[in-house]
């Protein structure tokens, strides 16, 4: 017990986390003792790492196959899940597949077989099916958005998943909603339901109304993000015709923003998420699929453009401000004649300053064509900058490392004379392209 401890304690530090909150120490205690487990806790509050610690602990170092599989609704979340277990550093190797890229990508990862599998249930389907590898030493399945997850393989795709994993001794299953049903396949009966979907004492989220003086938004729209200034925010549509046309409309007025819906392509999906981490742009025009399951920080605002048709939707998009301790405002644009459904309430009607200004990012995102397969660092980028590209410490912004390529934050203004003095420079062994994305 005393070295599960230390563990425990080696991977926080790792993580830069000090403490696990209560949630996380309920179901670490739940999880490892119980054989099914049902986690509901609101978005942002960690639930990741509250079923990764103790998943951890039921792995085998001896064994070379599968022993964990966790299933999500989406790419994003795969990827963040998988960038989590590597940042803890436990030793054990983690892949995360899905949709949208090409099967050869995972051939050639699972050819080195990973004791954490991460995918979703149409491609993790597709793997099971074609016996890619053994599923019988898989002892452990985690749902991660339980209810979206259903969802998304409710084309049989779930269920076949089930028909494979015979041999699982522990359940968990996560969701920051709560009455979502349970299919019997899934086997939870007699879980123990961990419940903090009501323990919201800390959050300072204010809600409050614009009224637009026409039906089309969009001016006022302009009005709202003048106001709220360089703050970063979401706003949020209904569907992506909408966010398209917004997003012209945004062009055509200089405002700096970036996209995310399903309609997209995943490696743009993945850039836009990664400008808005870097600074590079401030305001992200998004679907509900950025509502939750994919890693991007704080948020000082959120903007429903639209108002979603179900309550469930309208939660989860606030969720993405005011998290834990933090402030945070969500705002209802209302247009003329609209009447807003019987679940909005405690909204105040505001008048807006819209004389503020939006400042143009300060920051850009380069691309460097390698990463992790190429044996390249975090350090060996930033001494590229420093030395090549003769950068100061305040010049360098986050960098992203991914397995085959990396993302680097520099200021707009010298971001011309990067690439001239970096592209087709060498890091490590390695030819690299830098461009702008």
């Given at each position: 017990m005393a070295n599960n401890i230390k563990a425990q304690q080696d991977i926080l530090e790792k993580l830069n986390i000090y403490a696990l909150n209560p949630m996380q120490e309920s179901a670490l205690a739940s999880i490892e003792a119980n054989d099914k487990t049902i986690l509901l806790s609101p978005t942002g509050t960690g639930k990741t790492l509250a079923f990764l610690l103790p998943l951890l602990e039921t792995l085998d170092p001896e064994c070379e196959d599968v022993q964990a599989l966790i299933i999500v609704p989406s790419r994003e979340l795969a990827i963040q899940i998988e960038t989590v277990i590597r940042d803890m550093g436990s030793g054990y190797k983690a892949n995360a597949i899905y949709g949208g890229r090409a099967i050869s990508k995972d051939k050639i990862e699972l050819k080195h077989t990973p004791a954490i599998l991460i995918g979703t249930p149409g491609r993790l389907a597709d793997h099971f099916e074609q016996a890619r590898f053994t599923t019988k030493f898989i002892k452990t399945l985690v749902i991660d958005e339980f209810d979206i997850s259903i969802e998304v393989g409710a084309g049989g795709e779930m269920k076949d998943i089930m028909s494979y994993l015979a041999n699982v001794t522990k359940r968990i299953l996560t969701s920051a909603t709560q009455g979502a049903s349970i299919p019997k396949y899934l086997r939870m009966d007699g879980a123990k339901t961990l419940n903090f979907l009501s323990e919201k004492p800390n959050s300072k989220l204010e809600i409050k109304t614009v009224v637009s003086p026409s039906a089309n938004k969009h001016n006022t729209l302009v009005d709202l993000l003048h106001h709220v200034g360089n703050e970063p925010g979401i706003v949020f549509c209904n569907k992506k015709e909408r966010l398209e046309d917004l997003s012209r409309f945004l062009d055509k007025k200089n405002i700096a923003h970036t996209c995310f819906y399903g309609g997209m392509e995943q490696h743009d999906r993945e850039r836009a998420l990664i400008k808005l981490r870097n600074g590079s742009v401030s305001i992200l025009i998004a679907s509900d699929l950025a509502s939750r399951g994919i890693d991007i920080p704080e948020m000082s605002y959120i903007i429903h453009y639209e108002i979603p048709d179900a309550y469930q939707e309208y939660t989860h998009r606030n969720g993405r401000?005011?998290?834990?301790?933090?402030?945070?405002?969500?705002?209802?644009?209302?247009?003329?004649?609209?009447?807003?459904?019987?679940?909005?309430?405690?909204?105040?009607?505001?008048?807006?300053?819209?004389?503020?200004?939006?400042?143009?990012?300060?920051?850009?995102?380069?691309?460097?064509?390698?990463?992790?397969?190429?044996?390249?660092?975090?350090?060996?980028?930033?001494?590229?900058?420093?030395?090549?590209?003769?950068?100061?410490?305040?010049?360098?912004?986050?960098?992203?490392?991914?397995?085959?390529?990396?993302?680097?934050?520099?200021?707009?203004?010298?971001?011309?004379?990067?690439?001239?003095?970096?592209?087709?420079?060498?890091?490590?062994?390695?030819?690299?392209?830098?461009?702008?994305?």
């Amino acid at each position: 017990m005393a070295n599960n401890i230390k563990a425990q304690q080696d991977i926080l530090e790792k993580l830069n986390i000090y403490a696990l909150n209560p949630m996380q120490e309920s179901a670490l205690a739940s999880i490892e003792a119980n054989d099914k487990t049902i986690l509901l806790s609101p978005t942002g509050t960690g639930k990741t790492l509250a079923f990764l610690l103790p998943l951890l602990e039921t792995l085998d170092p001896e064994c070379e196959d599968v022993q964990a599989l966790i299933i999500v609704p989406s790419r994003e979340l795969a990827i963040q899940i998988e960038t989590v277990i590597r940042d803890m550093g436990s030793g054990y190797k983690a892949n995360a597949i899905y949709g949208g890229r090409a099967i050869s990508k995972d051939k050639i990862e699972l050819k080195h077989t990973p004791a954490i599998l991460i995918g979703t249930p149409g491609r993790l389907a597709d793997h099971f099916e074609q016996a890619r590898f053994t599923t019988k030493f898989i002892k452990t399945l985690v749902i991660d958005e339980f209810d979206i997850s259903i969802e998304v393989g409710a084309g049989g795709e779930m269920k076949d998943i089930m028909s494979y994993l015979a041999n699982v001794t522990k359940r968990i299953l996560t969701s920051a909603t709560q009455g979502a049903s349970i299919p019997k396949y899934l086997r939870m009966d007699g879980a123990k339901t961990l419940n903090f979907l009501s323990e919201k004492p800390n959050s300072k989220l204010e809600i409050k109304t614009v009224v637009s003086p026409s039906a089309n938004k969009h001016n006022t729209l302009v009005d709202l993000l003048h106001h709220v200034g360089n703050e970063p925010g979401i706003v949020f549509c209904n569907k992506k015709e909408r966010l398209e046309d917004l997003s012209r409309f945004l062009d055509k007025k200089n405002i700096a923003h970036t996209c995310f819906y399903g309609g997209m392509e995943q490696h743009d999906r993945e850039r836009a998420l990664i400008k808005l981490r870097n600074g590079s742009v401030s305001i992200l025009i998004a679907s509900d699929l950025a509502s939750r399951g994919i890693d991007i920080p704080e948020m000082s605002y959120i903007i429903h453009y639209e108002i979603p048709d179900a309550y469930q939707e309208y939660t989860h998009r606030n969720g993405r401000t005011a998290r834990v301790n933090a402030k945070g405002t969500a705002y209802l644009i209302k247009g003329d004649r609209e009447v807003f459904p019987e679940f909005i309430e405690n909204s105040k009607t505001i008048r807006i300053n819209a004389s503020g200004d939006i400042k143009p990012p300060f920051w850009t995102t380069l691309f460097i064509s390698g990463g992790r397969k190429d044996k390249i660092s975090k350090g060996d980028i930033a001494g590229l900058f420093f030395k090549q590209g003769q950068i100061n410490k305040d010049q360098l912004g986050v960098i992203e490392l991914k397995q085959d390529c990396a993302f680097v934050a520099v200021p707009v203004t010298i971001a011309d004379d990067l690439i001239a003095k970096l592209n087709n420079s060498r890091l490590k062994k390695k030819k690299v392209r830098v461009t702008l994305i």
